[in-house]
């Protein structure tokens, strides 16, 4: 369930027999996540509260989905509220944002930042985030797309007053009420226009057993995002960082002090998604906006989707999309906004031949514009020559006499949102202070075992061949032949009789090959194998993993062997490595790897005691079956189930 359902009367039966926090924390855990007492306290005090004034009002039956996760991300909200139209008896819906806040004040002039008193760092105003809730659920649960008008939103602040709260930003509507007790008068008006007091458990269950869309790939939706069709639906700290952005353009509009803007969240927390949005919108205000990676895969598929717009000629793709390299000679502050994705692979300084620049690369960054943007994971470092940070660029911005502006990241919108994926691997792989442990299973994401390459591509061709992409991708573990020879590509990867080529080297690759920028998106880049260079930064609805001998299990714990190695940046031709910190420059490299995928991650390794290993913590099913989108079932299927040859099922054990 991606909820605790239960109703306002229940909730209150609860809280009288002091069991309230215990259930709705039970609930919590067993779907992965972890509980703290913040949020404990929260469920104590707000959840009566609203319980409360709904059962004094006659509305104790309604349903009450509480901490809903949404569908593809780790975030959840509060409570939503189903029941029926009074009249129609049509589903109805109410998202429901809990604060306990008393006060809180401006923090922009937009309002849709607020300063409380208990933290220093901007607040999203809780009717923006109630806002997005429902745009979010809207866009992506299928029956709510055939009834938009079903969803509606309100931030429910029963500490506060109105005259402690500064009001919803506007346009206001249905989607982001604003509720605080002096304004209670209105509240009974809205509920008897809104809700039938008799339970109709159908709108509840309607919402829960929604077939979820399909779900787009970023860059799939880049062409629309840039050419004014579309946006990405932006969640709490994704808002914030959007609306941190805006205010330092509108500040620099106005002359005051330059600001940089910092960015920092793991894999599929949106960090491009943010980029992206804050790109097309400065570039229709007609601002001076380019965007920047320091990967050629990444840009080289940026520019080719926005080719496909009709911009005016100075808004060419190779002018908007550019390197971290190109801005060496750029005049000071001669852009109003740098967007500067993937900044973990800022390099120390910019390089051509035996040329070296003056400055760091991200000091040239953050000249270069009147409002630089960094956006990057400190845990995506997998080059020796790669040096971004928070830290760093942190430390660039005092050296400047700079203002920084700090956003973290924490919900997941990759792996299927899934919080257990997501800290399976990084127990799996040492980069958290817990051990590697069994995986139990999650209805919206797919963890399998192959026990062989061969059955790994079978299974994956299914997928990719019904419209799903799907991707090989592995350790660079084994020697690459740049140069393809008669019209084909060498079979490099080679394990035991099964041998696939690498991707693409070349620029002009021979006939029905992407060349490696677009390995990730071009259809023909199934039928070669990615590394992390030409998988850092994309996704892939299925994702398998290769891993080679640079990660073994000895004793029960993965170690890194350099030694296995055959990345010419990180290790020289005669086996000598070259980087100083070879060990996590692997266990990053596999990370990235293994959080491509958006429905389900399937894994072999080329090593059997590590093979062994995995068997141990990745369970068999008892009955195989096709996949499906994650968290839909069909008639007569279970939740358990691992790999087969029709596809990828999850993994939960059945009882």
């Known amino acids: 369930m991606p909820a605790y359902q239960t109703t306002p009367a229940q909730i209150l039966e609860l809280a009288d027999a002091g069991r309230l926090v215990d259930e709705v924390s039970a609930h919590m855990v067993a779907t992965g996540y972890s509980v703290e007492e913040p949020e404990r306290e929260s469920w104590r005090r707000s959840l009566p509260a609203l319980a409360r004034h709904l059962c004094e009002l006659g509305f104790g039956d309604l349903d009450a989905l509480v901490e809903y996760q949404l569908p593809r991300s780790s975030q959840r909200i509060d409570v939503i509220l189903a029941g029926a139209e009074p009249l129609h008896l049509r589903p109805a819906y109410l998202v429901v944002e809990l604060k306990q806040w008393s006060a809180a004040e401006r923090y922009d002039e937009a309002g849709c930042l607020l300063r409380a008193p208990w933290t220093s760092k901007p607040l999203l105003h809780p009717s923006v985030q109630v806002e997005a809730y429902c745009s979010y659920l809207v866009d992506h649960l299928e029956r709510l797309r055939e009834w938009p008008e079903a969803v509606h939103g309100m931030a429910y602040l029963h500490n506060a007053t109105a005259d402690s709260i500064p009001d919803r930003p506007s346009p206001r509507s249905y989607r982001n009420m604003l509720y605080t007790p002096d304004r209670a008068d209105r509240f009974p008006g809205y509920l008897a226009a809104r809700f039938s007091k008799v339970r109709d458990g159908r709108a509840a269950q309607r919402l829960l057993t929604s077939p979820v869309r399909q779900s787009a790939r970023l860059l799939a939706n880049a062409a629309d995002e840039v050419g004014n069709r579309g946006h990405f639906v932006l969640l709490d700290e994704q808002r914030a960082a959007y609306e941190l952005v805006m205010r330092a353009v509108r500040w620099a509009d106005a002359g005051r002090r330059k600001r940089v803007v910092v960015v920092s969240g793991g894999p599929g927390t949106g960090k491009s998604a943010i980029a992206l949005d804050l790109f097309a919108d400065l570039l229709r205000q007609g601002r001076q906006v380019n965007h920047a990676t320091g990967s050629k895969a990444f840009t080289r598929t940026l520019q080719l989707y926005a080719r496909k717009q009709p911009l005016h000629p100075s808004q060419r793709s190779d002018r908007l999309f550019k390197y971290f390299m190109n801005f060496t000679a750029s005049r000071k502050d001669g852009l109003d906004v740098l967007i500067c994705d993937e900044s973990h692979r800022i390099r120390e300084r910019t390089t051509r031949g035996q040329w070296s620049a003056s400055r760091p690369q991200v000091q040239e960054l953050i000249d270069a514009a009147k409002v630089p943007v960094f956006l990057l994971d400190d845990y995506q470092v997998v080059r020796p020559d790669e040096v971004g940070s928070v830290a760093a660029i942190k430390e660039a911005a005092n050296r400047l006499d700079l203002e920084v502006d700090e956003v973290t990241l924490g919900a997941q919108f990759r792996c299927g949102g899934s919080p257990r994926y997501e800290r399976w691997v990084r127990c799996l792989l040492g980069l958290e202070n817990a051990d590697p442990y069994r995986w139990t299973g999650d209805e919206n994401f797919r963890l399998g075992l192959a026990d062989s390459p061969e059955e790994m591509e079978a299974i994956l061709r299914h997928c990719n061949d019904r419209g799903e992409t799907a991707r090989i991708s592995a350790g660079f573990c084994w020697p690459w032949t740049l140069q393809s020879r008669g019209g084909r590509l060498a079979p490099d990867v080679r394990i035991g009789g099964w041998a696939r080529p690498w991707n693409a080297y070349e620029e002009h690759p021979p006939p ?6 677009y390995w990730a998106t071009d259809p023909g880049g199934f039928h070669q194998i990615g590394c992390i260079y030409t998988a850092q930064g994309f996704e892939y609805h299925w994702s398998g993993v290769i891993l080679g001998p640079d990660l073994v299990v000895r004793g029960g714990r993965f170690v890194t062997w350099p030694g296995g190695l055959r990345d010419p940046k990180l290790v020289s031709r005669d086996g000598r490595v070259k980087a100083k910190n070879p060990d996590r420059l692997i266990r990053n490299a596999y990370k990235v790897l293994l959080t491509r995928g958006l429905f389900g ?39 358990g189930g691992n790999i087969s040859q029709q596809g990828l099922s999850d993994s939960r054990p059945r009882s």
């Open 512 to 517: 029905g090959i992407p060349s490696s920028s």
């Open 601 to 639: 991650t399937l894994l072999y390794s080329v090593d059997s005691e590590t093979q062994e290993f995995l068997s141990r913590l990745i369970p068999r099913p008892r009955r195989l079956g096709p996949a499906v989108a994650p968290g839909v079932r069909r008639v007569g299927e279970g939740v």
